[in-house]
């Protein structure tokens, strides 16, 4: 192993300890989970399960920990996986630490609310000196914790550049697709939290199992659209970002986005204090809104930002798509 295969993964969460793990049963490369606080991240090497993110799973021995962005230092390759909103203020925090030249990857899924950016743009502003990659894709963090064979996408600027990441980050049970299409790839996993939602809002509210299947085809129609507008390829969700993450978090319950929906279709009121992270929330607002700026037309992503915001009640919001202007079942 060389500096060249040091990996840094930022987030002590699930998903940064999950990709930590993985990444470092491989031993392909040296992997470091680093942490914001320096209490945990010595209990994690101790203890070597994560109790509050990934309850009774151990982690391998191989797997380093720390609070030190000093760690950066030596690492080529360095893992974002903190919640969308807070991977701006993470770049800033840790991007003067950072190894000259070092690949950036998010494996957030959303968009900058207060940019109304992509969060490859938000870390390229910040850190102008680093390419900025995307890893995306259906895979639940105690999945792939635990060593289930998981599939996801990675996508970089330059093909060289992606299948170099996705050969030096997959193993025998985490194997990643290379791509080009940074903005399918990440819009992908940002658009399905938001019908991840509203398949919840179908299951709460006992629409049945059929109008599920409609949502998800429609959805897919919907994210292939405004993916194109926002300049990637509306082929992109048709595989694992996209499709394959809809699929999974729109009909399991151990998706957050899911478990949120359920609940406002059963009538209870909104509460981001329980539950954990609920990424849709978040980019049902931005999304719909880039999407009017360009012209692409989003019936469920807005009708499920209206609904978060409380502009709209879910009855009238099932109304109001089952009586839109019979169409073809086009997808742009
Ligand atoms: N969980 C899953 O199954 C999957 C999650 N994802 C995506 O991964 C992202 C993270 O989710 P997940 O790990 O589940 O979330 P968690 O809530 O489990 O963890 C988020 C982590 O981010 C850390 N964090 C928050 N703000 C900052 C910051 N400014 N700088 C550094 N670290 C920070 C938190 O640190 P602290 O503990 O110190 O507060 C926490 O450890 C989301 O975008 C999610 O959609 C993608 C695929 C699967
Ligand atoms: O993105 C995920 C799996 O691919 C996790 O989904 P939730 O954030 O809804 O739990």
Partial sequence: MSGQDRVVVIGAGAFGTALAAVIASTGKAEVTLLGRDAGTMETLATLRVHEEALPGIELPEALSFSADPAVLKTAATVLFVMPSQAQAEAARTYGPH??????????????????????TEVLEAELPHHP?????????AADIARGLPTAMALAAADLDQATGLARLLSGPTF??????????????GALKNVLAIAC????????????RAALIARGLA???????????????VMGLSGLGDLVLTGTSHQSRNLRFGISLGHGEPMD??????????????????????????????????????????????????????ITTERHR
């Fill in 98 to 119: 950072l190894a000259e030249g070092a690949v950036v990857v998010t494996c957030a899924k959303g968009i900058d609310r207060a940019s109304s950016r992509l969060l």
């Fill in 272 to 325: 981001f204090s329980r539950g954990g992270l609920v990424e849709g929330a978040f980019a049902a607002a931005v999304a719909a809104r880039l999407a009017e700026g360009r012209g692409v037309s989003m019936p469920i992503t807005n009708a499920v930002a209206a609904i978060i915001d409380g502009a709209l009640d879910i009855p009238s919001a099932i109304e109001a798509l089952m009586s839109r202007p």
């Fill in 200 to 211: 919840g809002i179908v299951e709460g509210a006992g629409l049945g199992e059929s109008a």
């Fill in 132 to 140: 900025v990659a995307v890893l995306s894709g259906p895979g639940f």
């Fill in 175 to 188: 194997r990643l697709y290379a791509s080009t299409d940074r903005v399918g790839v990440q819009l992908g």
């Fill in 222 to 236: 919907e994210m292939g659209r405004f993916v194109a507008a926002m300049g990637g390829a509306a082929d992109t």
